[in-house]
């Protein structure tokens, strides 16, 4: 199949997935989740998102059976399933289901992939099925759907939990930026490489020379692919996420990854969903790094208390100038979060009391001050950081 997959440059691209590969997962699916895991699947995922392949193919080809559904948030209307052998979706669309430690049904296995998994959503789950196996399973289009799974054990994890080690017929290598191996806790770039790959992309030979490259550590003609994902090895063999590549924005000089500080973020009291953006906001030529928070059920969550809990763990670069709090996180089709419609968090806001200038000097330090940062007014105890100031 052909199956498009949104480009950064925002032109799709087309991935050619071969035979093979798909019944590769397939038989893997079958041997880890067995008939009985796959004897009733539960699909919401549009058909344009690959999670779809596996929600259909796999369970079809285990002799199980396929229920649709519009989508995940349907089930909560009491006109879904009261059951399900296995249930898949993305952790931001799974999170609203099982909020709270309730979920509108059971289910044997519950799949989550597409983004990163908060620690909140698998206690929450487990709070609302104990008897489910919670899997978190990671895989880029071009690896054929699923490239690594993990699987939860008695404890779970109290921060984001693995992607796990990989799946079916595929091989994954952490490299630097000249391909050498990176070594255990050490971030580097994952490749992954087997016979998981996609064919390439559809008549873009550049782009899948770019992206689909040697595999030194392969057989001859055998090739690897960049995801450009950022992960590390931990001692026990399986890959922890780290975030993305072209997630990386400077601020203040810096360089941030912006899902070290969306993970801080989901550790708040309090912060159920997270989002983080660096945005130049209209009036300002800085960029300021925002957070957006969902609070938890029955919670409410002050976006002060928010950053000074950040401001414990993180470098002060890393703390979001701004903390908006949402209802709920702008979703995209697939269900992953929309962070081109996040909200303009609006101008900086000071939370500490102005305090006029007093003497000589302190007017003209203020008066620059708001020349540069473009401020109505500054004030002695106003961080020049924090409203938006850089090195």
Known sequence: YVIYTSGSTGRPKGVVVTHRSVAALAAWAGERFEDAGLGHVIASTSLNFDVSVFELLCPLTAGGT???????????????????????????????????????????????????????????????????RIANIYGPTEATVYATAWFAGDRLPDQAPPIGEPVALT?????????????????????LGGCGLARGYLRRPGLTAARFVADPFGAPGERMYRTGDLVRRAADGGLEYVGRIDQQVKVR???????????????????????????????????????????????????????RELGRTLPDYMVPSTVV?????????????????LPDPGPAVRAVRHVAPRTPTERALAAIWAEVLRADRIGVDDNFFELGGDS
């Open 253 to 307: 000089g810096f360089r941030i990854e912006l899902g070290e500080v969306e993970e801080a973020l989901r550790g708040c009291a309090g912060v159920a969903e997270a989002a983080a953006t660096a945005v130049t906001v209209e009036g300002e030529d800085h960029r300021r790094l925002v957070g957006y928070v969902v609070p938890a059920a029955g919670e409410a969550v002050e976006p002060e208390a928010v950053r």
């Open 66 to 132: 396929v229920e649709v559904v519009a989508d995940l948030p349907a089930l909560a209307d009491g006109s879904g399933p009261r059951r399900a052998g296995l249930l898949s979706g993305v952790p931001s669309v799974v999170s609203r289901l099982v909020a709270g430690g309730t979920a509108p049904l059971a289910a044997d296995t519950v799949v989550l992939a597409g983004e990163a998994l908060p620690a909140q959503t698998v206690h929450d789950l487990r709070a609302a099925m104990p008897a489910a």
């Open 171 to 191: 091989r994954t290598y952490v490299l630097d930026g000249r391909l050498r191996p990176q070594p255990v806790g050490v971030t580097g770039e994952l490749y």
């Open 325 to 341: 709090v949402l209802a709920a996180l702008p979703l995209s089709p697939n269900g992953k979060v929309d962070r081109g419609r």
